[in-house]
């Protein structure tokens, strides 16, 4: 289980921004025994977490295992942004599977954000939703190719919060000269993904699903899952471990990749602040190795940059994502870094997600870095389908992406390699 271990201390969340900003909760024991559930969802973060809430409050009986605490991977230490649609835009989700499917799948997407704010609304989480995300094109093509998807969605989806931008308007809400034009998306968002994730659990304390921490499922056997310390026989599994998985369904790990990427914090910029972002909105941009920005409560920029690919992080993880930050922001070189922290999510072929059944296992996964809105409706996805009603986690099914090239110890050397030669093109301004 190399992954969980291999770059945090063992039950820590990351000295990130979002820890030092969050209130944790007291920590859930650690399995000790054995027991039984209805359902045993392995995974704290956004799919796990959702997954059990939705379960508990139909009274259904759950149990969650997390390895160190809940929110600890991805969930706790993403960007932020909640996006609208799948991966893809809309336009190629048509060309791939046809009209009729990708309404359906735009439609799950406007849910899954929807349900992002109803859970903050409902459950009181001080998640601090903020709307906006814009997309900002380093070439002249790239900005007119944008504006015209922002007017397509406006004429086909009638999704009227898509704003194209020529230069001008995306140099007044991004200060800097690196970008040509592109979009905002006033439908899409930016939330405190930590605070997210620990309200979730909180909630799903509430309904009545057994949370465990520190306990690391180490095998699935059957419809037993077994952890160092004690086992839980279920009559469904939910696996939510995304880039986390390590191995535990090797049906899934063929389809789901973990990669790393990094994010700095700066210091309060204060007034500075202006020069970065006109508008509290996020920002990503159009790198294949993508950039990705805002400003937090406190007027800090966070700044999302860089990937990695094998077990063990870098050594500077400041450096990473600093480099990318000033090619955008060169006048920011003077500013102090006060947080650096890396994580791992996970990436399909496609980067569509991977969402599949294995008898009595469920597993959704590989969200590509969109995975805050979808993950989260993942997981009442897999609830409802456990309840009986299949149909939207039939229909994500559709999604599938093929297996990684590669076999066994090959595959993360040959993405590796793949994915070297993407950063070079953006190096090169391909």
């Known amino acids: 289980m190399k992954l969980l271990h291999a770059n945090d201390r063992a039950g820590e969340y990351p000295a990130s921004w979002y820890a030092a900003s969050a209130q944790p909760l007291p920590p859930f024991d650690p399995l000790d025994g054995d027991t039984q559930a209805d359902v045993c969802v392995i995974g704290g973060g956004f799919t796990g977490l959702s997954a059990a809430l939705h379960l508990a409050q139909s009274g259904v009986d759950v149990v969650l295992l997390e390895a160190h605490r809940a929110g600890f991977g ?3 230490r993403n960007g932020g942004q909640v996006g609208s649609g799948m991966r893809k835009d809309q336009d190629e989700m048509e060309r791939l599977f046809g009209r009729e499917d990708a309404l359906k799948f735009w439609q799950i997407a406007e849910g899954a954000k929807a349900l992002v704010k109803s859970l903050i609304a409902e459950h009181g989480i001080n998640a601090a939703w903020r709307d906006g995300i814009a997309h900002a094109d380093w070439s002249a093509k790239g900005a007119a190719e944008t504006q015209d998807y922002a007017r397509w969605l406006q004429d086909r989806y009638e999704y009227l919060q ?45 309904a009545g699903a057994r949370i465990y921490e520190r306990s690391q499922v180490t095998a699935i056997t059957g419809s037993t899952v077994r952890t160092a310390t004690g086992t839980v026989a279920a009559r469904h599994i939910v696996l939510a471990t995304n880039g986390y998985h390590d191995g535990l369904e090797p049906r899934v790990a063929r389809r789901v990749l973990p990669i790393n990427n990094f994010i700095v914090a700066t210091e309060p910029l204060g007034e500075r602040a202006a020069t970065v972002l006109t508008k509290d909105v ?28 094998g077990d063990r992080f870098p050594a500077d993880l400041t450096a990473i994502a600093r480099k990318p930050m000033l090619e955008v922001y060169p006048h920011l070189r003077d500013v102090k870094i006060d947080y650096a922290w890396g994580g791992t999510l996970a990436i399909t072929p496609t980067r569509l997600p991977d969402f599949s059944r294995h008898g009595a296992l469920w597993s959704a996964a590989g969200y590509s870095g969109h995975g805050v809105a979808l993950a989260t409706y993942a997981g009442r996805m897999m609830a409802e389908a456990i309840r009986g009603e299949a149909s939207e986690f039939d229909l994500m099914g559709k999604l599938r992406p093929p297996a990684f090239p590669g076999m066994g110890a090959l595959r993360r050397p040959i993405l590796n390699l793949a994915m070297r030669w993407f950063a070079l093109r953006d190096r090169l301004g391909f």
């Open 162 to 206: 898509a704003e194209p931008l020529d230069r001008d308007q995306i140099r007044a809400l991004i200060p800097s000269q690196a970008y040509h034009g592109g979009m905002v998306d006033w439908g899409a968002g930016h939330i405190h993904p930590l605070r997210f994730a620990l309200g979730l659990a909180q909630a799903a304390q509430a």
């Open 282 to 309: 996020a920002v990503g941009d159009s790198k294949f190795v993508v950039n990705y920005w805002r400003l937090s409560e406190d007027k800090r920029l966070l700044f999302g940059g860089g990937e990695s690919y």
């Open 74 to 76: 991805a969930s706790g």
